[in-house]
C-alpha cells in the first residue's frame, strides 16, 4: 500500500550519461512535485505538475526534462549528467486543494 | 518569497531529556507550516502541520509545535527523546493555495546520547 513510490532507489552512472527516475503515486492527488537535496541536505523545488500540467518550473537546467504521462506519475529524465547532478531526488504529491505533500523515499543518484 | 530559518545545524541531547527544535518563517500571508523528519538514508515523513485554530500541534512520535504569530516561530518539542528519534529534522512553509511548493529550512540534525 505505498503512497509515493520511486525507482529507482539508487542510481549510480557516468558523467554525460542520460538517465531516467520514475515517481508514481496511488493517492489520488493531482499535483505532483520534483525536489532536488543536495549534499548539505538543502531541499528545493524542482518541478510542479498539477493535472499532467507542468505549472513551476524552477532555475533548472534544461537538461532536466519532467514528463506526466498521468495523473499518477510524473518522471524526470536528465541528459548529458553532470558531477553537480549528484543529489537526493524526491518526488512529492498532495490534492489541489490541500496544503499537505507526502514524499516518496527518494532517488540517491550519483555521477561519477 | 517564503523563507525559513532553522538556526541549529545539530543538537545533541541525552536520551530522555527534552527537545526543542527552533524554526522561523518569513512569510506575508497566512503561513501553513509543517515539520518533516528524515531518517538517515530515508525520506521524508510528515510529522505534524500548522494550518489555523489551535496553536499548538500534536504530531507522531509524541512530537509538538507551537504556532508563535508573534514570533514567527513554529518550534517543535517533545518531553522525553528516544534513541530513534536519531534524524534529520526540516521545517517547512506553505502558502494557502494549494499546489504550492514548500520551502524548506537548511535542516537540523539531531543526535542521541545514552
Known amino acids: 500500500d505505498t503512497a509515493v513510490s520511486q525507482t529507482p532507489k539508487y542510481l549510480v552512472t557516468q558523467m554525460g550519461n542520460d538517465k531516467s527516475i520514475k515517481c508514481e503515486q496511488n493517492l489520488g492527488h493531482d499535483t505532483m512535485y520534483w525536489y532536488k537535496q543536495d549534499s548539505k541536505k538543502f531541499l528545493k523545488i524542482m518541478f510542479s505538475y498539477n493535472n499532467k500540467e507542468l505549472i513551476i518550473n524552477e532555475t533548472v537546467p534544461n537538461r532536466f526534462s519532467p514528463k506526466s504521462p498521468d495523473k499518477a506519475h510524473l518522471n524526470l529524465h536528465i541528459n548529458s549528467l553532470e558531477l553537480g547532478d549528484s543529489a537526493v531526488y524526491f518526488c512529492?504529491?498532495?490534492?489541489?486543494?490541500?496544503?499537505?505533500?507526502?514524499f516518496g523515499p527518494g532517488t540517491r543518484l550519483l555521477v561519477l | 518569497a517564503q523563507s525559513v530559518t532553522q538556526p541549529d545545524i545539530h543538537i545533541t541531547v541525552s536520551e530522555g531529556a527534552s527537545l526543542e527544535l527552533r524554526c522561523n518563517y518569513s512569510y506575508g500571508a497566512t503561513p501553513y507550516l509543517f515539520w518533516y523528519v528524515q531518517s538517515p538514508g530515508q525520506g521524508l515523513q510528515l510529522l505534524l502541520k500548522?494550518?489555523?485554530?489551535?496553536?499548538l500541534v500534536q504530531g507522531i512520535k509524541g512530537f509538538e509545535a507551537e504556532f508563535k504569530r508573534s514570533q514567527s516561530s513554529f518550534n517543535l518539542r517533545k518531553p522525553s527523546v528516544h534513541w530513534s528519534d536519531a534524524a534529520e529534522y526540516f521545517c517547512a512553509v506553505g502558502a494557502e493555495s494549494g499546489n504550492t511548493p514548500l520551502v524548506f529550512g537548511k535542516g537540523t540534525r539531531l543526535s542521541v546520547i545514552a
Open positions: 500548522y494550518f489555523s485554530g489551535d496553536t
Open positions: 512529492a504529491s498532495s490534492h489541489t486543494d490541500s496544503e499537505t505533500q507526502y
